[in-house]
């Protein structure tokens, strides 16, 4: 005797079986969907089912919102004017390693995780000299000392963020990145699509070097060194330092790091890069003070002059 009864609870659908002999019975849910089977090969692999499939970069693009999805393009847009600049800095770079004393795998694993032209050219002739290794740590250090000026700017937009993803800011961030980041005028805190606009610019930034590197490193040969490729990435560098100086304390700045730099250039490990560095923090802080003072001066005259009209 089978005895079915239908009943709905949260749109799924239950029959009870009852046995021969009547005493034991099942519960039997159905709509229920299967599972997927994970299979084997013939060596023992798992076959990974849909659900398992890892995502892909389309897919987790389209997880994005609208805004972040515009705002990660955007990025990519405006970062791609240096782009030449980018991929004339990266081939001079991987020569110098390629023509060093470093083997193809250093130099390759030196490029993806330093990720920092400027130091990576200053310590190779350290390296071919066989100097001690806190030497070259130091010299570096030095040429790296603008990052944590980059990172104390990036400091208030990112606050929020998990640890991990600011370290991930910290790695990809750079010269041109922090540049075009800061001239867009981002409010501090959370806003929608500006860690997204970063991310746009990093990627791009990330890519075009690694790319251009690796194809200095194992094409070495192909570019002579006639060809100025160090020329040509600091010529196109200049218009956006250029577009960057937006008032007088930046011209201040930027004047006093050029002549600091140069008067300073033979210093050992690499000083003179921190100590114009510094020098331009210090002069566009003083031509501040002194704006700001005039400001002050010519707030307090209008109001006199008012008071004596009244």
Not at 35 to 46: F, H, K, L, N
Not at 221 to 233: K, Q, V
Not at 276 to 298: I, K, S, Y
């Amino acid at each position: 005797m089978r005895l079915c009864a239908a009943l709905s609870r949260k749109d799924a659908y239950f029959s009870v079986i009852w046995g021969r002999a009547g005493r034991s019975a099942r519960v039997r849910r159905y709509n229920r969907p299967a599972p997927i089977p994970i299979t084997t090969g013939r060596a023992g692999r798992r076959r990974r089912g849909p659900t398992n499939c890892p995502p892909r970069p389309l897919s987790m693009l389209a997880r994005l919102s609208p805004t972040d999805r515009f705002a990660l393009m955007q990025g990519a847009r405006d970062y791609s004017p240096t782009l030449m600049a980018i991929l004339s800095w990266g081939l001079v770079t991987g020569i110098a390693m390629s023509q060093s004393v470093m083997t193809l795998g250093q130099a390759s694993a030196m490029s993806l995780l330093v990720y920092a032209g400027s130091s990576q050219l200053a310590v190779l002739p350290l390296l071919a000299a066989k100097l001690p290794i806190w030497t070259v740590l130091l010299t570096a250090a030095m040429v790296n000392m603008r990052f944590v000026i980059f990172s104390a700017g990036l400091a208030p937009h990112f606050s929020y963020l998990p640890l991990w993803r600011r370290l991930a800011i910290g790695y990809f961030n750079g010269d041109v990145i922090y540049l075009l980041f800061q001239k867009q005028g981002f409010a501090n805190g959370h806003v929608p699509g500006k860690e997204a606009y970063f991310w746009g610019m990093a990627l791009a930034s990330w890519v075009s070097w690694q790319v251009s590197s690796l194809a200095g490193i194992l094409l070495a040969s192909f570019f002579p060194a006639s060809w100025g490729l160090e020329l040509a990435g600091t010529l196109a560098l200049i218009p956006i330092m250029v577009s960057a100086v937006a008032n007088r304390s930046t011209l201040a700045a930027v004047a006093v790091a050029g002549i600091v730099s140069l008067v300073a250039f033979d210093l050992p490990y690499r000083l003179a890069l921190p100590i114009a560095v510094l020098a331009a923090l210090a002069a566009g802080c003083t031509a501040d003070w002194f704006v700001e003072r005039a400001d002050w001066r010519r707030i307090r005259t209008e109001t006199v002059r008012n008071e004596e009209v009244e």
